[in-house]
Structure formats: C-alpha cells, structure tokens
C-alpha cells in the first residue's frame, strides 16, 4: 500500500497543497519558480496539514502555452527531490508527459495528477509500469481553447460517461483499479452553469466506486459567483464549495489556502461520525 492508498484508508478527506514552479498559472504564477520559494511554500503547506503537494511545471490555465519536455523537467524535478529529502509526505507530479511522470516517480512522487487522464501516447503504459496512483481529469478539449464555447448534452452523464471509459481503458492497460482516483475537472471545458450542475450532482459519481478529487480553490467558477476578479478574494466562495462537495462525497480537496480547508474538512468530518 503506497502513501496515497495509505492516507485514503486512514482519513475521510485528504488535502493537496497546489505548489505551481511556473511563470503564468493564475493564481500563483511565478512565485515559486525558484526551487529554494517552492520547497519554502510546500513545508508551510505540510505544516499547515497537508495531506499531499501537488506539484506542476506547466500551467493549465485557460489560453495557457505548452512547454518542453525538459523546461518542464527543469522545473519540478529539483523540487520534488528536495520535498521528498526534507519530508514523507505524499508528492503528486500534475503533468500530462509521460516522460515527466516516470522521472518525478523516480525523484520520489508518489501519484500522477493527469488532466488529460492519460491519453497521451505512452502515459498509460508508463503508469501501470510505475505501478503509482493516479488521477484522472475530464478536460473539454484543451487548455489552449477549452473555455471556447464548451458544449455537452448532459454535462454530469458526459463526464461520468467519459471517466468510466478512460477506468476501463486504464484496467485494461494494466494499472490496478485501487491506484485510480477520478476528477470530474471543474474549470476545464465548463461553463459556469456546468461547473454548478457538476458540484449540485457530484454524488452521482459515488457508484464509480473510486475516490473523486476536485479543484476548485480560487478558480474562475468561484469569481464568476462573488463578482471577485482578483483571486485572493475567493477564499471563503471556495471553502462553500469544498464543503458542498464534501456532503456529496469527494474525498480529495486540491486547494492553494490549506489551513483553511483542514479546518473547515475537520468541522465535517466531525459532524459525519456524530450520531
């Protein structure tokens, strides 16, 4: 049992820390590009109880520009291996190549957060390989032009349709069905409206039987709602629906402000097991 399957097995909800070492994601773009700011941040985080540091190279922002292999490379590696020397807490590798997925596992990742759940050419062969948890992410399309006029015919039974397949495809590629968490992908090829029916119905994904992951700390979804342009206004709009989804059964939270979703997570968990 690895550190993830661990931490799932032992508590009800768990907490990443998002650690972006970028120029331009749109929270915090460029404050930890540095390694010596990024491991800084990601032990405050740990003490600030998180439960796994998600770490990106690339952004996914809306509009966001790809980068190479080896500046993505150049970007999380030192800071994956300088978390894993300081700490055991659960590292996660937020990347869709495969060739960035087996080196973070090798410098100490312990989960690939994929938002293109694993479609590019190699990553499922390198994730049953590796034999790490992984999580899989619906995206309408791109990161480039997934806020284009995203369309579905039922946007809950699209994207439910859409994870089921990509677990079976994934089973069948060899990765074991206790190394697969879902995320329905909130932000990623949605309208607001989406984004809400999404969060109102996320408890139809329970039946799927595997731990659903979300995101929607600080995002667009939440500023849209609270007419807040600037990011740091949305803090208590994103811990509303961190408790919304909590009551519909997600079991992973990805989140820049950690203090506060471990507080607000705690207050739930001990409501849950009140008789």
Request: aromatic share 4%.
């Amino acid at each position: 049992m690895n550190r993830i399957q661990q931490l799932l097995h032992q508590k009800t909800s768990l907490v990443m820390g998002v650690l972006n070492a970028t120029p331009d994601s749109f929270s915090d773009g460029g404050q930890f590009l540095s390694p010596d700011f990024a491991v800084t941040h990601a032990l405050r985080m740990i003490n600030e109880g998180a439960d796994i540091i998600d770490v990106g190279g690339e952004s996914t922002r809306p509009g966001a520009q790809p980068v190479s292999v080896a500046e993505e490379l150049e970007r999380v590696i030192p800071v994956i291996e300088a978390i894993r020397s300081q700490s055991d807490v659960a590292i996660s590798i937020d990347t869709v190549k495969p060739e960035v997925m087996e080196a973070a596992v090798m410098a100490g990742a312990d989960m690939i957060n994929d938002v293109n759940a694993l479609r590019a050419e190699g990553a499922l062969d390198v994730c049953a390989r590796l034999n790490v948890v992984v999580c899989l992410m619906h995206m309408q399309g791109e990161p480039r032009t997934m806020q284009q006029n995203p369309s579905y015919d039922d946007v809950v039974s699209d994207i439910k349709s859409f994870l089921t397949e990509r677990i079976e495809v994934c089973k069948q590629a060899g990765i074991k069905p206790e190394n697969i968490i879902v995320d329905p992908g909130f932000g990623f090829g949605k309208t607001l409206e989406h984004n809400l029916s999404l969060l109102k119905h996320l408890d139809m994904f329970q039946d799927i039987n595997l731990p659903i992951l979300v995101g929607f700390s600080r995002k667009s979804m939440i500023g849209k709602i609270l007419d807040a342009d600037n990011v740091s206004d949305r803090l208590y709009g994103s811990l509303a629906a961190a408790v919304l989804a909590y009551t519909r059964g997600a079991r992973i939270f990805r989140v820049h402000d950690v203090k506060p979703t471990v507080d607000i997570l705690k207050v739930c968990a001990a409501m849950s097991a009140a008789q």
